[in-house]
């Protein structure tokens, strides 16, 4: 089993629209997350830490539900500049030092 | 550049050939790792060197694969009689701080092996 599992999506929006993308993980004891962003053909880039609490930055907030195991990522008033793959990012307790990505998420906003 | 620098960024070899990949991180930054992504796929982790301690080589997928980093700073990965599956990008990041979960990439190097 994967350490971590996203939709690949893609998610096709308009302009303007909010998306959500889900990414579940396998290890309970995960204890770090985080989302990075990758734009075609190029390397990713952290986009933000998820804090237990959830956080917010802007347009973009990300939670965290240890109980099931999943951590989310919400984009309001998407714009164009959005489109991307989002990769969720997972750092075991047992090893603070190694970071697991997930496959990605693509979204795609359109005009 | 401040950034991580990789080199190739292009590499086509033949088949049972062996290959060389360069990262030079980020100057003062003591993680160091290499990634691979094939087409669609997520990050793969191979193998993370931290400051003067034991590689984690845990990732490395055969034993064909071996990496190292000279002086705590420029790392090497070999891949030696390369097979078709290895073909995929190789990203290399460091991070001057792995607990804020910011490991910066460079642009990769994209390997086809025929």
Not at chain 1, 42 to 49: A, I, Q, V
Not at chain 2, 49 to 71: I, M, V
């Amino acid at each position: 089993r994967k350490e971590v599992e996203q939709d690949p999506g893609p998610f096709n929006v308009p302009e303007g629209a909010t998306v959500a993308f889900n990414c579940t993980y396998s290890n309970s004891a995960s204890q770090s997350f985080f989302w990075y962003r990758q734009d075609c053909r190029k390397e990713p880039k952290l986009l933000m830490s998820v804090y237990s609490s959830g956080n917010e930055d802007g347009r973009f907030t990300a939670q965290l539900n240890r109980a099931s195991q999943y951590i989310s990522l919400l984009i309001r008033d998407s714009k164009l500049s959005d489109s991307a793959t989002y990769l969720c990012v997972v750092n075991p307790r047992y090893n603070f030092n190694k970071f697991y990505f997930g496959s990605g998420t693509k979204l795609n906003v359109k005009p | 550049g401040a950034g991580v620098s990789q080199s190739p960024s292009n590499k086509v070899t033949e088949k049972g050939k062996d290959v060389e990949l360069r990262c030079d991180p980020i100057s003062g930054h003591t993680a160091l790792y290499w990634y691979r992504q094939s087409l669609g796929q997520g990050l793969e982790f191979l193998i993370y060197f931290q400051g003067n301690s034991a590689p984690d080589k845990s990732g490395l997928p055969s034993d064909r694969f071996s990496a190292e980093r000279t002086g705590g700073s420029v790392s090497t990965l070999t891949i030696q009689r390369t097979q078709q599956e290895d073909s995929a990008v190789y990203l290399c990041a460091s991070s001057g701080d792995p607990a804020s979960g910011e490991l910066f990439f460079g642009e990769g190097s994209r390997l086809t092996v025929l």
